[in-house]
């Protein structure tokens, strides 16, 4: 008995029970994706027209990217906090939207509503801060495996709500603010005490490889498992009981990472203490190591232990490195004081003549480059892109009379999820096989969804099918491509900041090409329909587009905006080729 319950601690406290809990909380996070299903019901009930319903897209964009305060809260409070201030934020937020919607609440000006949208939307950057931090620090020599993996899951939540709900059956489409607005809190809420930074573990184990490699398994498993799902209710009429066992297998898929810390906790050999492992590995030792991932650090060993003693918080962990055979503590001591005036030497040369590519940029230091602007709005052309598809899924479809909407906002999300880990995997790819820079990748990928838009304006057979696969893909490949490249460019150290201000990119292109270019020429035929029916006698005077024309001149400015992105890409990897070339030298030979 003293041994289960010795077991259930450990197995509580574990860092891989963290990660797969916040796996779970993830997979039910990305509620921004399904504003596509809920738009056409807040248009209907609150008579807006399409430009009003550009402006709450632009207000839930913002709301999933701007995450500067749940990061400051996260520096100075517990997670749990940060993920209570989710929760509240969340039920707040489409609470009251769904109260509105349904006439339980009178009804508010645009701009309030805008805010309420902003607010619930707004508590996902908690749950990703939370999920994001805690796995970090609990994984850290695994930060590229684990941040992708959440992400991914983040793309896949989409999809997961279209099956779980079609499960359910709901009453009506509003019913559907309702789950957004309570689902994704009470699975936070849920682990909102197990999530948490687990900080015992100070290097990688030889079961991580194995752990992490099952994890990709059961990801590309669910993505080919829902795509499968999706195609079966799109060619056949399914009945209710079929719907439930294929959300109930969903589930399990789900469920089966808790695989990997049950077999390490309860069936693996005693592991080593942190404090055997620390005399095993010393910090000094370690810092003198090759290490390939932290991109930016020079490949000579001085370099590595100017950065490892540069980014070192006390001196006093340079006082108890351990005993070696090569001297006493005091050579250490010396050695470290070296050191420490080495870095003061490089520190002074760095503030005369600024960082290099591939050193530790701070935002402001970034933003005087003429590279990361470039970036930056490459990223507003590509992004901007994608969004315009997203938040207007659901008046796509009612322009061309396809009811499946839900179908195609699932798609989508499977496809960002694929866009996420295959084009990390292909940029991987071209720098380290060919020393191409990364975002020569990126601006593949532009040109493939400019293609995908290319298409629709054809009115090709399959069109949403084929705008929802490519731009999905593009707009989730955007994020761990550019991002990456942001990292080797312009260093890890400030990579947080960095990353906050890049993501203000995505809302700032959907709002001029969804909330202005879209909209406007939306609107514009669907008052020309409005008048021809009121000449041919139909009295129906709806602001409504019907057929291919209300989105075929939208999307083929969007191409032209793609191919411009995929531009300002290769201007970017010509100017830096050199620097990849350097970077990735060792790799090619």
């Not at 929802?468 to 460019?489: D, M, P, R």
């Not at 203000?504 to 909209?519: D, R």
């Not at 400015?557 to 300002?568: D, G, T, Y």
């Amino acid at each position: 008995m003293v041994w289960v319950n010795e077991k259930l601690k450990g197995f509580v406290g574990h860092r891989w029970v963290v990660f797969v809990c916040a796996m779970w909380d993830m997979s039910f996070a990305g509620t921004s994706y399904m504003f596509g299903s809920i738009s056409p019901v807040i248009k209907s009930s609150m008579g807006f027209n399409q430009k009003q319903v550009a402006f709450l897209s632009v207000a839930k964009d913002l709301g999933d990217n701007v995450g500067l305060l749940a990061g400051k809260i996260s520096q100075s409070s517990p997670i749990w906090a940060l993920i209570l201030v989710g929760v509240v934020q969340n039920v707040v937020g489409y609470g009251l939207v769904w109260l509105i919607v349904t006439h339980q609440f009178p009804a508010l000006p645009l701009w309030l509503l805008c805010i309420l949208i902003f607010v619930g939307q707004n508590g996902s950057t908690y749950y990703n801060t939370a999920a994001l931090v805690s796995c970090v620090q609990s994984f850290p020599e695994s930060r590229g495996p684990v941040v992708g993996i959440l992400k991914g899951f983040v793309g896949l939540s989409g999809a997961i709500w279209t099956q779980l709900i079609a499960m359910a059956q709901l009453p009506d489409q509003a019913s559907l603010i309702f789950i957004i607005a309570v689902g994704p809190a009470m699975v936070s809420l849920a682990f909102m005490f197990i999530i948490r930074p687990v900080e015992s573990y100070r290097q990688s184990r030889a079961s991580d490889g194995t752990g992490f490699t099952f994890i990709y398994s059961i990801c590309l498993l669910l993505a080919a498992y829902l795509m499968g799902v999706l195609l079966l209710e799109n060619m056949f009429d399914l009945d209710q009981s079929t719907i439930t066992l294929f959300a109930v297998i969903l589930i399990i898929l789900i469920l089966l990472p808790i695989i990997v810390p049950i077999l390490l906790v309860f069936f693996s050999g005693p592991q080593k203490s942190a404090d055997q492992e620390s005399l095993l590995e010393p910090p000094m030792l370690e810092a003198t190591k090759p290490n390939k991932h932290f991109v930016g650090e020079s490949s000579s060993s001085t370099t590595k232990v100017i950065k490892h003693v540069e980014n070192e918080k006390s001196p006093s962990k340079l006082e108890v490195l351990p005993l070696s055979s090569e001297g006493p503590r005091d050579v250490f001591q010396c050695q470290a004081r070296l050191w420490q005036a080495v870095t003061k030497a490089v520190k002074k040369i760095k503030r005369r003549n600024g960082p290099h590519r591939g050193e530790d940029f701070t935002l402001s230091q970034a933003m005087a480059k003429a590279d990361f602007w470039v970036m930056f709005f490459s990223l507003v052309m590509g992004c901007g892109s994608g969004l315009t598809i997203i938040n207007n899924m659901g008046q796509i479809c009612q322009s061309l009379g396809d009811n499946n909407v839900n179908v195609y906002v699932s798609v989508i999300s499977i496809s960002n999820f694929l866009g996420r880990v295959g084009g990390g995997y292909f940029s991987e790819v071209i720098v380290r096989s060919f020393g191409y820079p990364r975002l020569a990748a990126l601006a593949v990928i532009q040109a493939g969804m400019s293609l995908g838009l290319c298409y629709y304006v054809f009115g090709l057979a399959g069109q949403v099918y084929a705008v929802a696969i490519s731009n999905g893909f593009g707009y989730g490949a955007h994020w761990s491509i550019a991002l990456a490249a942001a990292s080797e460019l312009f260093g890890l150290k400030n990579f947080g900041t960095l990353y906050n201000f890049l993501t203000m990119a995505s809302p700032a292109g959907s709002l001029f090409l969804s909330g202005f270019v879209a909209s406007t020429i939306y609107d514009y035929y669907a008052e020309q329909q409005v008048k021809h029916r009121m000449l041919t006698g139909n009295n129906n005077d709806l602001l409504l587009c019907e057929g291919n024309i209300c989105f075929s001149i939208t999307f083929g400015i969007l191409a032209v905006v793609c191919l411009c992105a995929a531009s300002l890409s290769l201007i970017v990897a010509h100017r830096t080729r050199k620097f990849y070339a350097q970077l990735y030298e060792e790799s090619q030979t």
